[in-house]
């Protein structure tokens, strides 16, 4: 097992320096649900249908937080994104929401983060929006389920 | 159940105005946990103990996002947060470490979800720091487990 | 005629005192247009009435916007915004589209800047959206057209 | 014409990739104009020949978002600006300012927007620093004037 | 001796509670000085007199720093300014700017960070202007002088 | 001596333009002290050694700093910081934290001002967490001393 790189000599954070890394194409993709009562999922779908669009919300909320990613996560270096897509499945029969998000780059470094804080802020967004209605939602298995380019090589998670 | 109020009669997004609600004193506790191998868990933990503390970046990233809710959060309304404190627990036989979030304001809106952001940063920054060693990391449950004060009354979740 | 406040005796900029100025309800009502193509308007309409929804992001964008005003305006106060509205008119026969936004503050200073940087920002997001199919677009006539609380009293703009 | 191309295959909003275009010089000129008062002109053009610069505050204001542009705009990629001019003209016969932004990249994609949201921030930062004075102020004509670099080739607008 | 009120009793960090504490007056005033070459000042001075105005941009700079002061300083509580003046000295005997800022607000807390931050961004941004012809400026003596308002009364630094 | 590069031909601020300049290594080392009283320097200590970390705050508020420069300081461009690191050094007999940055980038132009932001930042969060028992603390001495890397050569400061 490697080193925990953010931590220096010291035991004091800093931002590893990734100067040294070649410019690859680097792609990650994150997921992670929202579970509801299904009365709020209907009310999502149903704006969907209509005009009301709580995820379009989300979705727009999800890639500009992948766009500030890190300004919100201390070590995490800022990077050029080249393309972020989302994608959301309404799932009737668990009652949840699940949100998917896949963010690119020509870079030294990332783009898991960007991925993944995508995901998070689309869920908290749904809640935010969604919370009048119901406070008992969950977000939950925000996770990496692939990443591809970079030293490190490939990951494939579930 | 209530209207979805973030939409508005066009169904396209809106903030809703509270401007008529009383200034209150508002509360929110917001939980979550990230799971991970117990040797990421191990090495958090020794460097907590050691000088090195994943965990204060944590929380300092997490105190941060709380104050900047209503910028990542489309539909948020900006308000004075006056404290936030966060706890995080170190779970051995879970390997797991769960994260809690208390902040409060007096205000007319709030403060749910700058608890549960502050939950998301301080979990996504955890996952940052660690990943060089464990990217198949889980983020999961977070809820908001306790609301006082507004309108709405006071919310009990689990 | 009043002085031109922001400017101080050295004339250099400042950030007008407010602190002796009453808490008030402030509403401010601004407006503009962005002017294209027949067709651009005809595929912004599509998207809407389909499910792509180009209205939708520039309306969050612009409530965005509000919340972020007094980092952009240099000597703009931070407020507390307790709502914001914003409406979209599809003129086809005038290939625009109207953009209004309503914005309310309880405070001591504000809103007209609020509304107006809604206004723009919004528009900038229909050109940013539309731009790879039509890049003559023109924002235009971005005005205050109503306010109302604050001690200079109400305006109404055209 | 083409694609809506931030629209994706769902209807929902996306970033688009750009990671396979080439790095190239790109330039963009963007102009735009606010109309007031005679008086108001004839105070900020007081202002400027003294001390006091409504003008420099603006040109500052406008720098300053431009490198903001991709936070502010939802779809607009982040990129890195080379450098950026503005130029004020007081136009005492039609009593307005004329803004000009020209912003430069070396990149995927851009750089438009910057340019634009530059002119119409500069802009609101007229009005914000004139509107004790002058409410009425109408901001207008924003539009792109030149754009050079890119796939898309270069564009001469009006 | 008091305590360290931002560190909570784990030893970790906390934004501490305002939440009791009554809105008050508060006003602070900081100072700070940047010393250069004799050279330098004289070009920033003749600036001044013609049109080009580092101290202007530096002004604006400081200004919108203050209002950004709770996102920069992790533990700072996010306060409604109520108003900033700043001045700049230029020192010939010293060869130095020496640069005062002036931030009041009516609240809780604060607003002793708003004035120091302003100081040091302002003279972060003179450095930046003049780094061309002068990278041996040194940035000195950033401290409060003044502070009046809030339950830990006044006080008079030097 | 060269022309001070961020004032325009009207004498007004621009962002000078990098495009033609080719990306090199680039490293900037920067300094500066905080001066207090002996119980604070204490405080702090027992709160490193014990649990509590003052500097671990400063460290994780100065690196976050440098990558926000750009929206700090207004004629400065937004780059990619390939890695920081930043060091304290507590000296009892001068009574005083001393801090120092080094941020790299690989680029067209920086990296002075990312590593003096930093260290700003960094000494104005001591002072924020420390201030209720010292409000007579002094930030000092903040200097470039090291740069290496672009056209204009190394530098070395004292």
């Given at each position: 097992?490697?080193?925990?790189?953010?931590?220096?000599k010291?035991?004091?954070?800093?931002?590893?320096?990734?100067?040294?890394?070649?410019?690859?194409?680097?792609?990650?993709?994150?997921?992670?649900?929202?579970?509801?009562?299904?009365?709020t999922l209907?009310?999502?779908?149903?704006?969907?249908?209509?005009?009301?669009?709580?995820?379009?919300?989300?979705?727009?909320?999800?890639?500009?937080?992948?766009?500030?990613?890190?300004?919100?996560?201390?070590?995490?270096?800022?990077?050029?994104?080249?393309?972020i897509?989302?994608?959301f499945i309404?799932?009737e029969?668990?009652?949840a929401?699940?949100i998917?998000?896949?963010?690119s780059?020509?870079?030294?470094?990332?783009?898991?983060?960007?991925?993944?804080?995508?995901?998070?802020?689309?869920?908290?967004?749904?809640?935010?929006?969604?919370?009048?209605?119901?406070?008992?939602m969950?977000?939950?298995?925000i996770?990496?389920?692939?990443k591809?380019?970079?030293?490190?090589?490939?990951?494939?998670?579930?």
């Open positions: 097992m490697g080193e925990l790189s953010h931590i220096d010291n035991g004091r954070p800093r931002m590893v320096d990734v100067g040294e890394k070649a410019d690859t194409k680097r792609i990650a993709v994150a997921k992670g649900s929202i579970f509801m009562k299904p009365e209907r009310r999502i779908k149903e704006g969907t249908m209509d005009k009301g669009d709580v995820l379009s919300v989300a979705q727009t909320a999800g890639i500009m937080a992948a766009k500030n990613t890190s300004s919100a996560i201390p070590m995490c270096h800022n990077i050029m994104i080249t393309g897509e989302m994608d309404m799932d029969e668990n009652s929401v699940h998917e998000a896949c963010a780059t020509v870079g030294k470094t990332g783009i898991e983060m960007e991925s993944l804080h995508a995901v998070a802020v689309a869920a908290l967004t749904i809640y935010d929006m969604c919370k009048a209605i119901d406070r008992g969950r977000i939950t298995d996770r990496l389920v692939k591809s380019g970079g030293k490190s090589g490939d990951y494939l998670g579930g």
